[in-house]
């Protein structure tokens, strides 16, 4: 896995910035009722959607989590009071506390099952009933754009997707999350290049490709005789899941 303290600082750069995190926030907050109260972002990051879904909805009290330090700062200076360091297996918040909950780009880091478990629990543990839990699911997936960058990764090894749709829509059920509905967004700015894709393999992007294997750089090599070397290919489309807690 990537080290996020590490990540932090440019983080946002290598992942569409701004336009990719408006088009999530307006998906994220489709599926949210309008009314007041308050909002957990449980993986808060940067803050770069955390800020945005505060500026869209100001009659909500929005709070962001995170656990890596680096990450706490950059989205601290973004939403100045709200966001806190905590682990998000493990909120430092009462039940209940919470009309809605989010987390964008979290589950599919989340290798161990019982982690990944953990988060869906604490996140329906802290919503009230009839609450809102939004995610996003199947991250990978979202990437494969059927290009000639995909033909040529398509043999690599791969870990089962942790964010797979239809386990998260278990581990929901088993908190008590019903789910309500879906939405889908560009993660514009996302498009592979060739070239762009090489780098992100040296630097340890896929996880199951370690920096400086033999594998991997015969990938690397693969890539680098396609054409068109920086032009990006299709953006990702990523897909978001709603559940009402119930109860």
Known sequence: MLDYDKEAESYDKLRGGEPRARAAADAVLGLIPDHEGRLLDNGCGT???TRLLA???????ITGVDLTSAMVRRASARLPGGV???DSRRLPFPDGTF???TSVWLLHLLDDPADLRAVIAESARVLRPGGTYVTTVDKAKAHDVGSDID???GPRPRRPASDDPALVDAYAAEAGLVRTGLARFTGVGQGRSPRRTVTDLRRGWFTLLPPGEPRTEEFAGRLARLPDQDRPRADPVFTVHAYRRSG
């Open 151 to 153: 033909a040529v990764l």
């Open 47 to 49: 803050g770069i959607v």
């Open 99 to 101: 009309d809605a909950v």
């Open 84 to 86: 806190v360091r905590a």
């Open 55 to 61: 500026g869209a909805r100001p009659a909500l009290r």
